[in-house]
């Protein structure tokens, strides 16, 4: 069918396809072929790398702005997408070739661009508050994206070990918390802000977290066994908290899923909100002890 008709028809198509799926089955199917691309990309080079985690930065960037959006708020998408995505990488840039850290000023002369465009702005009547949520957007998601460069590049040299691994113990504390949560869930973790969540579902994901470190600890030697079960420590606390911060988020707006471009899973941010936290924590783990 061609035509706007045409156009509508497929994503009436894909949705009939999608509703034959449980929940949980359209997680796992999405998780794995994420997961799949994800780390072919990382194990690749540091070029693939790069390019699907600066379209992730991107669209997470742009899916965070729109949530904005839908309480009157005008922050500026494209310009803090841009910047995010410039910030990420420069940090790339300069861990690979050894570029001087002060390139790092001209993050802060491209984003005091946002006085300039405000100020050109007629229809916003809080043009420091779309300004501040600008910033925002900016050192929520992308600042995390941009210090995952640190841990991928060990004195310049790529190394896809402490990103991979990371990954692994986070998914592995996602499912180990999802289905203690569902088994054996009583006593709820933070009621206010994620009635779902459990301690005893953290618990399991705690474990599972920690096993899979001391499992990765045996092939990937960039980092000791010690480290490898600490960094699984600070993913879980900090993973955590991650995901209550965005859910807090969500409430503010009223909204259960920050999008829907991943089946099973929302969007972006629903996606990766634990290693927005956990990102900070673990690279200043591995770079300052």
Request: net charge positive; hydrophobic share 55%.
């Amino acid at each position: 069918m061609a035509g706007p008709l045409g156009l509508a028809y497929k994503p009436l198509k894909m949705n009939a396809l999608l509703s034959k799926f449980t929940e949980l089955q359209l997680r796992v199917m999405a998780a794995l072929v994420g997961g799949v691309v994800i780390l072919a990309a990382l194990w690749w080079n540091e070029w693939s790398y790069f390019g699907v985690f600066f379209v992730i930065c991107g669209l997470a960037m742009w899916e965070f702005y729109r949530l904005l959006g839908l309480e009157g708020n005008l922050p500026l998408k494209t310009f803090g997408t841009i910047n995010g995505l410039f910030l990420y990488a420069l940090t790339f840039f300069v861990e690979k070739y050894k570029l001087d850290t002060e390139l790092y000023l001209l993050v802060f002369i491209s984003l005091s661009g946002v006085y300039f465009i405000k100020l050109y702005v007629k229809k916003d009547e809080k043009p420091f508050r779309n300004i501040a949520y600008t910033f925002l957007g900016v050192f929520y998601v992308a600042v995390p994206f941009a210090l995952l460069n640190l841990a991928t590049f060990i004195n310049h040299v790529y190394s896809y070990q402490v990103l991979m691994g990371a990954l692994f113990i986070l998914w592995a504390s996602d499912t180990g918390a999802y289905f203690s949560g569902r088994a054996f869930g009583r006593h709820k973790l933070f009621m206010r802000v994620s009635p779902k969540k459990t301690w005893e579902g953290s618990i399991g994901g705690a474990l599972l977290a920690l096993g899979t470190a001391f499992a990765i600890s045996l092939y990937f030697k960039d980092l000791p066994t010690w480290k490898w079960l600490c960094s699984a420590l600070i993913i879980v606390v900090a993973g955590t908290y991650g995901d209550l911060v965005e859910s807090l988020f969500k409430r503010s707006i009223h909204i259960k899923d920050s999008g829907n471009a991943i089946p099973g899973h929302g969007g972006f941010l629903d996606r990766f909100d634990s290693l927005l936290l956990s990102a900070p924590f673990i690279v200043a783990f591995v770079r300052l002890v």
